[in-house]
């Protein structure tokens, strides 16, 4: 039985079982004009609540924010009027609405202000609030205390979704209340998210009385839009070609990137799980700047990605922080000789890869098994650097087997974040081999020093030149402008395919596609 049939036979099982299985009473006056069906991302595994990391890469839904960005990426106010940090950065006293209540009817205070980043920070969950001194609750006001200053303390403001003290239990993230846009109804996992509209929103009112969440594949999420049991579906790259009645194509930019993280170091290290580190070929810097030179993103772009995205360079393009002088030509294979010759290495036995003190030029490139995208760009990516003389054998593997070798071998891996603090995470020196973070043990003082300012500083605009400044400061940086510990090849449009009619507003450039990123403005989406 074919692969795309069995999504077929999926699709129409899961809708079934929507239809038919709910525990609540169908509700007879939605109609087209009010109610939305959607097959646009997995399965949260950890539930709706915001303390373990739920809405950071979307909207919490049910939850509002401190603060939120809008549709340019700027900054404005949600459950806070105004903000203030302290001289020394290590204060911030945020002012809250007086007027917002949770969908159970009780008020929003300060005190589920507190409680949420407290809770947040004993989670040790995906929000790192380990700079995070304490947090006190007074009339319409929260004061947090910071050990360091930290301009991307602002993120954390913005992301993480305002839970009920009230109310929260072992049980919350099955069953979140909130005093977001919308109100929980119905979970049934592995099938379907039910939410209706919050009648007693502060905000502007949403459109859709009742939305369902449909938790497909991609093949079931494209089965489901051409039987047009869905109202919006995510779809790859690779269905985009094929239209769909009564359908359109969205596409969004993102900074969903995918590129190849080097080892940094020479071999001979072990982590303290004894996993080697460092690889003596991509430890040479002449290496890795012929790769981020010879490889052709256009034609990665246009080959694997069907033309829906764009060449990448940083982890962050298009970005407020992103520094457009690290863009420099591509595909230049006699600027990659070039750059190979000064470095030492040359192909004296004419067998096609270049070497170097009797070293190949020769390494290993890993991706996830499984990931079509991130194996297609990898064994592309290993045919153009072959004009420049080095030779990468392509590999899958497990995530439990890239753990043990992504240290002493090049890894294809994807990023992006509405936060500078990623590119912090993959670059510091502090964050070398934690988790897939700096897996190359990247390490430059210069750099070091530019993220330190950037993190003391007391506003996201102060910051902003420091973090440009870290990615190429016009001497060196962590762009392929100076150390290139990264050859980043794409960035992925996100796909949708839209019923006609159906106004999905402004779309915000996306982060990279765990959760729901089409969802950050969903309160406006509406039928014209």
């Not at 990623?422 to 390490?443: A, H, I, R």
């Amino acid at each position: 039985m074919g692969k795309r049939f069995v999504g077929i036979i999926y699709a129409a099982l899961i809708l079934i079982i929507a239809a038919g299985c709910s525990t609540t009473k169908p509700d007879i006056s939605t109609t087209k004009s009010d109610s939305l069906i959607v097959a646009i991302g997995s399965e949260p595994d950890t539930g709706f609540d915001p303390t373990k990391g739920w809405g950071r890469y979307g909207s919490p839904l049910f939850q509002s924010t401190l603060l939120k960005r809008d549709d340019d990426l700027k900054i404005e106010g949600d459950l806070a009027t105004s903000y203030e940090v302290s001289e020394d950065g290590k204060t911030w006293t945020v002012k809250l609405r007086s007027d917002v209540t949770f969908s159970d009817g009780e008020r929003l205070t300060s005190e589920d202000v507190k409680f949420t980043f407290d809770t947040s920070a004993s989670n040790g969950s995906a929000i790192d609030l380990t700079n995070l001194a304490s947090v006190s609750a007074g009339p319409d006001e929260v004061v947090f205390q910071l050990k360091e200053p930290q301009s991307t303390f602002i993120y954390y403001l913005i992301t993480t979704g305002i839970v009920p003290k009230h109310a929260y239990s072992a049980t919350y993230a099955e069953q979140p209340i909130g005093s977001g846009p919308f109100t929980f109804v119905q979970w049934d996992r592995g099938q379907q998210l039910i939410v209706e509209a919050n009648e007693t929103y502060y905000g502007s009112k949403p459109s859709f009385k009742k939305l369902t969440f449909l938790f497909l594949n991609e093949d079931a999420a494209f089965a489901a839009a051409k039987a047009g049991s869905v109202d919006v579906a995510y779809i790859p790259s690779a269905f985009s070609k094929q239209q769909v009645a009564g359908m359109r194509l969205e596409a969004v930019k993102s900074v969903d990137n995918r590129g190849i993280a080097f080892p940094y170091v020479s071999t001979g290290g072990q982590t303290d799980k004894g996993y080697p580190i460092g690889n003596d070929v991509t430890a040479d810097k002449a290496i890795r700047l012929a790769i981020n030179t010879v490889i052709d993103r256009e034609k990665l772009v246009e080959g694997v990605l069907e033309g829906h995205g764009s060449p990448a360079y940083t982890a962050n393009d298009g970005l407020p922080w992103w520094n457009e002088d690290t863009k420099f030509p591509d595909h230049d294979a006699k600027a990659a000789a070039t750059i190979l010759q000064a470095g030492g290495w040359s192909d004296s036995d004419k067998d096609g890869v270049v070497e170097k003190d009797g070293l190949k030029a020769e390494f290993t490139l890993l991706y996830p098994a499984g990931d079509v995208t991130r194996q297609s760009l990898a064994l592309a990516a290993s045919e153009m650097v072959k004009e420049a003389g080095i030779q990468i054998n392509v590999e899958g593997k497990s995530w439990d087997e890239l753990e043990t070798l992504m240290h002493a071998n090049a890894v294809m891996l994807g990023w992006g974040s509405h936060d500078p603090l990623e590119m912090y995470n993959l670059y510091s020196s502090d964050f070398g081999g934690v988790d897939y973070y700096n897996t190359g043990y990247y390490s430059n003082p210069a750099v070091d020093e530019w993220f330190e300012k950037a993190l003391n500083a007391r506003t996201e605009e102060e910051a902003i030149g420091f973090w440009t400044k870290a990615q190429w400061d016009g001497q060196t940086g962590l762009s392929a402008k100076g150390d290139a510990p990264w050859a980043w090849l794409v960035n992925i449009d996100h796909l949708y395919l839209v019923k006609d009619g159906l106004d999905i507003g402004k779309q915000r450039i996306q982060p990279h596609g765990h959760g729901w990123p089409v969802t950050d403005n969903i309160a406006s989406w509406s039928w014209k």
